[in-house]
C-alpha cells in the first residue's frame, strides 16, 4: 500500500456507467443507468431518455423542486430503490458561488451524484518530541466507513451554512469544543475528488482547516458519531494512512495533505514528490 493507493481510492468511477442530471438547464449531477430507470417511474417529476435525467421544468422554483424529489427519494427508499433520507437538506447547484437549485436530502445525495461540500479539521498539538494530530474513531453503526479513523472534526455543510460555521457546529457537536476555540480554526486549502459509492457518485469538496489545539484540551464524544479520540503521534498517523486502510478514505487524502504542509513529508525523503503532489491536487 502506498499514498497514492489512498489517493486512487477517492478517484475512481467509471463515466460510462452515468448519465447527467440537469435541472434548470445545468448538469448538477450524475446517475447510474438503473437509478435513472428507477426515475423513469416519475413522469411527472423527471424526464428521462439515453442522453440524460432531467427535472421537469414544470418545477420552476426551488421550493417546488425540491418538495417533488423529495417525495419521489421516499418512495424509492420505501421500495429498496434509494438510501432512507436523513432529515438534512444540502443544497445542489453546477458551481461553489452559484444559488442553489434544488435541496436534496443529505442522504440521497450520491443517488443524484451531486456536488456536495464539507469541512475536515486537523487538530494537532505541538509536543516538544513534534507534532501530534487528534484522531477519533467512528462508530460501528454509522452508514459510512464504520469504525474507521477520522478527523477531530468533520462535517457536511447543510444548506445555507457557511464553511466557518460549520466547522465551529461540528466541534461543539462531535468533539464538545468550545466555540472560543473552534473559531480559530484557519481555512488552509480544499481538496476535491469523485468516487463511486454504493448508491451512486460522491462529487465532493472538502474545505480544509488546521487548529493548533492547546495541550490542556481533551475532546469528548457526544453526539455518537465518534465513539473515542486518541492523540496520535504525527509519525505512526503517517504510517497508518501509508500502509493500511484505517483511515476513512477521505481523511486519509486530507491526512497526507497535512503531512506535506506541516514537512512530515519532504522532497528530499519521498521520491515520488512531484508526482503525489499532481495525484493530491490534480482533476477529480
Not at 518530541?129 to 455543510?157: E, F, N, Q, S, Y
Not at 481523511?251 to 514537512?263: L, N, Q, T, Y
Request: with cysteine; hydrophobic share 45%.
Amino acid at each position: 500500500m502506498s499514498f497514492f493507493d489512498r489517493i486512487a481510492a477517492v478517484r475512481t468511477w467509471d463515466p460510462d456507467a452515468f448519465r447527467p442530471f440537469v435541472v434548470d438547464g445545468h448538469r448538477v449531477g450524475r446517475v447510474r443507468h438503473a437509478t435513472a430507470r428507477a426515475l423513469a417511474d416519475f413522469p411527472d417529476v423527471f424526464r428521462v431518455d439515453a442522453a440524460a435525467v432531467t427535472l421537469s421544468p414544470r418545477l420552476a422554483d426551488v421550493d417546488a423542486r425540491s418538495r417533488a424529489v423529495h417525495d419521489v427519494a421516499e418512495t424509492l427508499a420505501a421500495r429498496g430503490d434509494a438510501p432512507t433520507p436523513r432529515g438534512e437538506a444540502y443544497g445542489v447547484s453546477e458551481t461553489w458561488a452559484t444559488p442553489a437549485r434544488l435541496r436534496l436530502d443529505r442522504g440521497v445525495v450520491p443517488l443524484f451524484g451531486v456536488k456536495s461540500y464539507g469541512v475536515h479539521l486537523n487538530g494537532f498539538v505541538r509536543r516538544p518530541d513534534g507534532l501530534a494530530i487528534w484522531v477519533g474513531t467512528r462508530a460501528a453503526d454509522k452508514r459510512v466507513a464504520p469504525g474507521k479513523l477520522d478527523h477531530l472534526v468533520a462535517g457536511g455543510m447543510a444548506h445555507g451554512d457557511s464553511a466557518h460555521d460549520t466547522v465551529v457546529r461540528e466541534a461543539d457537536e462531535e468533539a464538545a469544543m468550545p466555540a472560543e476555540l473552534a473559531r480559530q480554526a484557519t481555512p488552509v486549502g480544499a481538496l476535491s475528488y469523485v468516487c463511486e459509492a454504493e448508491s451512486g457518485l460522491r462529487d465532493d469538496t472538502l474545505f480544509i482547516y488546521d487548529l493548533d489545539v492547546p495541550a490542556d484540551f481533551t475532546p469528548a464524544c457526544r453526539d455518537g458519531e465518534i465513539v473515542r479520540f486518541e492523540l496520535m503521534d504525527v509519525a505512526d498517523a503517517l504510517a497508518r494512512v501509508r500502509d493500511s486502510d484505517a483511515f476513512k478514505f477521505n481523511v486519509s487524502v486530507v491526512m497526507i495533505d497535512f503531512f506535506i504542509r506541516h514537512g512530515v513529508v519532504t522532497p528530499d525523503e519521498e521520491p515520488q514528490y512531484p508526482e503525489l503532489l499532481q495525484a493530491l491536487h490534480g482533476a477529480a
